[in-house]
């Protein structure tokens, strides 16, 4: 199916092991749920794929792995398949069909709770959202400013409800892990969109 080559991982079960030098070990479920896939610490039969990192590997699950004939890749072999536009507007193919758990779970941790049914293209757009906020409020709390969580939750709103900021933060997100920058600190361009998010959010905060 044309879907399954644009977005490989989608309603996959990744488990990892090893060091990985592109991500932490705390954002690789995050990561995971903004591709469509599920991360968790024990293979299965379920487990499409092992990703090994360089340092501390489980010789434990590799012998699991091989007993179940779970595919195992490396982290570059797990960006490749990262490398399509799964945020992108102008994808050729958007994805209708429906959420999965983990982006429902990742939204809800977040407190993002859809009224009616969301696809798949929709709930990246707003992890890709949340992203972007979350990105902001870091380098407003490094500047020293106080950002609450709620203030957080109302500048996604604004996001969201807003087709071009949405459509900013899913190329935003699409940029940045297209060049491999899945750290928890992505850059945000000193722009109209971030000087307007900049006093939402602050203004939220004074709120909230």
Not at 32 to 57: M, R, W
Not at 83 to 108: C, G, M, N, V
Request: charged residues 25%.
């Amino acid at each position: 199916m044309e879907n399954s080559h644009e977005f490989p991982l989608i309603g996959k079960t990744i488990v990892f092991t090893g060091s990985l030098e592109t991500f932490s070990r705390a954002n690789q479920q995050q990561i995971a749920a903004h591709f469509g896939a599920i991360c968790t610490g024990q293979l299965g039969s379920d487990t499409a794929f092992l990703v090994v990192g360089k340092d501390h590997v489980s010789e434990v699950k590799l012998r699991q792995a091989a007993k179940l004939g779970v595919e195992i890749i490396n982290e570059e072999e797990l960006l490749e398949r990262m490398a399509f536009k799964p945020f992108s507007p102008h994808a050729s193919d958007p994805l209708d069909q429906p959420a999965t758990d983990a982006q429902l779970r990742a939204l809800e941790q977040f407190g993002i709770t859809a009224d009616g049914p969301l696809t798949t293209k929709q709930a990246n757009t707003m992890l890709s959202v949340r992203d972007y906020v979350q990105a902001l409020a870091r380098v407003m709390r490094r500047e020293g400013e106080s950002v609450s969580e709620d203030a957080e939750l109302v500048t996604a709103a604004v996001m969201i409800t807003d087709k071009d900021l949405s459509r900013y933060a899913a190329e935003w997100n699409a940029k940045r892990f297209a060049r491999g920058t899945h750290d928890s600190s992505p850059r945000l361009r000193s722009d109209g969109v971030f000087a307007r998010m900049y006093a939402e959010m602050k203004t939220a905060t004074q709120k909230y």
